[in-house]
């Protein structure tokens, strides 16, 4: 009879025992994934802090560009460069167009890269800076075109965009100063060769192609002299 007793109790305290192990088992395994998720966001956080990091040392920024949504996600690094405020969310095309030079239509070429099923791409921009002079910065921008979603049929762009200011800058110094070199030469009365090191043509002015009478195929840097030399309507004066 006792038995019977206790039999109904010692049940009760079987399942509260269940319950209250089944919370706590709940809770520690609420706190542990808590703290997982956590240790997870600080990791993320410091992927991120350490990537910009090393973009904006490096003068790139990353891009993701949604072609069916018109919205671009750049790297903070990007708005860096241009010394501009970091948008809140994804960036509206109609928003990056106020960025691009007026001359760089940066959406035609992505869509005549869908349209003609061309994945890679490699383009140069330009975009304005945000400074006391409203620079513009030169970007070279190299990805590919990937199409997610679904039905995989929609078209983003992945893609990372380098600074190359500098060097464009130098390169169009450079090429004004040949330009400016190449003017004084022609400028000069009687006629005007220079060859390199291993005879090799560098430059001629006007008057020596008018006196040879050399196809101006020939006359290119890094034609040999023996080359123009064998072309030339009479002999050559101004040797190597």
């Given at each position: 009879m006792?038995?019977?007793?206790?039999?109904?109790n010692?049940?009760?305290?079987l399942?509260?025992?269940l319950l209250?192990?089944?919370?706590i088992g709940a809770?520690i395994?609420?706190v542990?994934i808590h703290r997982r998720?956590?240790?997870?966001?600080?990791?993320a956080?410091e992927?991120?802090?350490g990537?910009?990091?090393?973009?904006?040392?490096?003068?790139?920024?990353?891009?993701?560009w949604?072609?069916?949504?018109?919205?671009l996600?750049?790297?903070?690094?990007?708005?860096?460069?241009l010394?501009?405020k970091?948008p809140?969310?994804?960036?509206?095309?109609?928003?990056?167009?106020?960025l691009?030079?007026?001359?760089d239509?940066?959406?035609?070429i992505?869509d005549?890269?869908?349209?003609?099923?061309?994945?890679?791409?490699?383009?140069t921009?330009?975009?304005?800076?945000?400074?006391?002079h409203d620079g513009w910065?030169?970007?070279?921008i190299?990805?590919?075109?990937r199409?997610t979603?679904?039905t995989?049929k929609?078209?983003?762009?992945?893609?990372v965009?380098?600074?190359?200011?500098?060097?464009?800058?130098q390169e169009?110094e450079n090429?004004?100063t040949a330009?400016?070199l190449?003017?004084s030469?022609d400028?000069?009365?009687e006629?005007?060769?220079?060859?390199?090191?291993?005879d090799r043509l560098?430059i001629?002015?006007?008057?020596?192609?008018?006196?040879?009478?050399?196809?101006a195929?020939l006359l290119?840097?890094?034609?040999?002299y023996t080359?123009i030399?064998?072309?030339a309507?009479?002999?050559?004066?101004?040797?190597?």
């Open positions: 006792a038995a019977e007793i206790m039999m109904p010692s049940v009760g305290n399942i509260a025992v209250l192990g089944g919370l809770l395994v609420y542990a998720n956590e240790a997870l966001l600080r990791s956080l992927l991120r802090d990537t910009e990091m090393l973009l904006n040392d490096g003068g790139a920024a990353l891009l993701y949604n072609l069916t949504k018109g919205e996600c750049w790297s903070r690094s990007f708005f860096t460069m010394n501009r970091v809140n969310g994804p960036m509206p095309y109609r928003a990056m167009r106020e691009l030079h007026p001359q239509d940066l959406y035609r992505v005549y890269h869908i349209r003609n099923n061309i994945e890679e791409i490699c383009v921009t330009r975009m304005r800076a945000n400074d006391e910065r030169w970007f070279d190299r990805g590919r075109i199409h979603g679904a995989q929609v078209p983003v762009l992945v893609a965009a380098v600074d190359v200011t500098s060097e464009r800058q169009i090429a004004d330009a400016r190449r003017d030469i400028a000069i009365s006629a005007f060769v220079l060859w390199d090191s291993e560098v001629c002015n006007r008057k020596f192609k008018a006196i040879y009478k050399i196809p195929r290119v840097p890094g034609t040999s080359d030399a064998n072309a309507r009479e002999a050559l004066l101004q040797g190597p």
